[in-house]
């Protein structure tokens, strides 16, 4: 789950990691008024989206005058802004942020992540502060510091003076940096985080070490534990077919193609996935209908499916061990009968109760393809929609 900047600047607050003075608002109007109330000859107005890249489409702004912040705001909020992460439909700007200009000696980049070859939490900083990280790991990886931390010990001081002597500082900005680090460390740990990034990380002219910047991404299988983390999903910033496969517990994201997947198992929905493009098609979405589905479960992820208007014709590939054959043929009737599908449907069925599944299939009044293996189904529905 991800939320907005302003959200994780307030949570960098709580932990006592330093951010500017910044007021969210939801209407021009708030937006003036709040920036009345801050410090400082200059006010930066930013628009809240859930991507990166929003200095580079308009998304930030310096501003000196009252004039000018309210001009940004009309600027930018309910306007369609495009990043490299939004992709060409971009996100249309709900909210906006306003914060206190910032006294900059120097930028910095700073993330953490759960790095998954070393299973432990990993702090990443480089000097090159403001740039798309991605372009200074493939440019001049020489420049990103590496630091795993050992969940035994936990993040410690002589970690983050490493961090500092990496990034140039001395004396006071040193004990910034370890305070600074620490309080980061322990929100991440905490609320079962599994991305912090800041970028820039600043110095001030005055030795502060400050998020300029802030992104917070949560493991979605902890919120159970973090009711406070869950309050802030803004579900405006989510595709409305993600939004509705969680009511489900569905694990569906969508994608560019035009054949929709229904697999049970992550592994076996990115082979089915990479089969599909092996024969030279593109798959619609990612979804992962669980172990332990029931009719329902199948029959709401036929749905979301079929709701996607790119969607030209559905592979169904299903390996049955705890999941059971005919409760997905249960499920794909009770939801095509519902649906009146008009698209090709092919099903690959193997495991528990398979010929119980393959009969019930059978006699219904479904026009189904059925197919012998994981291969022969991926050639069966290009074949059917002819995008081979």
């Known amino acids: 789950m991800n939320i907005h900047e302003y959200q994780a600047k307030q949570l960098f607050s709580k ?6 003075r910044g007021v969210a608002a939801f209407t021009v109007d708030e937006l003036v008024a709040a920036a009345n109330t801050l410090d400082g000859p200059i006010k930066v107005v930013k628009a809240q989206i859930h991507a990166g890249g929003r200095g580079k489409a308009g998304g930030v702004k310096l501003c000196r005058s009252e004039d000018e912040v309210r001009a940004a705001a009309e600027g930018m909020l309910g306007s369609t802004m495009v990043t490299h992460q939004t992709g060409p439909a ?3 700007v709900r909210r906006l942020y306003v914060e206190e200009g910032c006294d900059i000696d120097k930028e910095f980049y700073c993330g953490i992540v759960l790095d998954r070859d070393t299973s432990r939490v990993t702090f990443m900083i480089s000097t090159e502060g403001g740039m798309d990280i991605e372009e200074v790991a493939h440019n001049t990886p020489e420049k990103i510091h590496y630091y795993a931390v050992n969940p035994l010990t936990g993040l410690t001081a002589f970690q983050t003076r490493q961090m500092a002597y990496a990034l140039g500082l001395e004396g006071k900005a040193v004990r910034a940096v370890g305070k600074f680090m620490q309080g ?8 079962d985080c599994s991305l912090a990034e800041i970028n820039p990380l600043v ?3 005055s030795g502060d070490v400050i998020a300029l910047d802030g992104k917070i991404n949560f493991d979605s299988n902890g919120l159970f534990r973090h009711p406070d983390i869950e309050e802030l999903r803004d579900r405006d910033e989510e595709d409305p077919a993600e939004v509705e496969a969680s009511k489900y517990d569905l694990s569906f994201i969508k994608l560019d193609g035009s054949i929709g997947c229904m697999v049970n198992g992550a592994g076996l929905a990115m082979a089915t996935m ?3 493009k092996h024969y030279g098609s593109e798959p619609a979405n990612f979804l992962d209908v669980g172990g332990g589905a029931n009719k329902e479960k199948v029959a709401a992820a036929f749905r979301i499916i079929t709701a996607d208007p790119s969607v030209k014709g559905i592979f169904v590939n299903i390996f049955g061990g705890i999941m059971k054959c005919d409760v997905i043929a249960e499920g794909i009737v009770e939801a095509a009968g519902e649906l009146g599908l008009t698209v090709p449907l092919v099903v690959r069925l193997e495991g528990t109760n398979v010929d119980l599944g393959k009969k019930i299939l059978a006699e219904s009044d479904l026009a189904v393809i059925s197919a012998d293996g994981m291969a022969d189904g991926a050639r069966k529905i290009i074949d059917a929609i002819g995008d081979a």
């Open 15 to 20: 932990y006592g990691v330093n951010v500017p």
């Open 90 to 92: 971009g996100q249309v």
């Open 184 to 191: 980061l460390y322990k929100l991440f740990v905490e609320k």
């Open 203 to 205: 110095l001030t002219g």
């Open 274 to 276: 990479d089969i599909i």
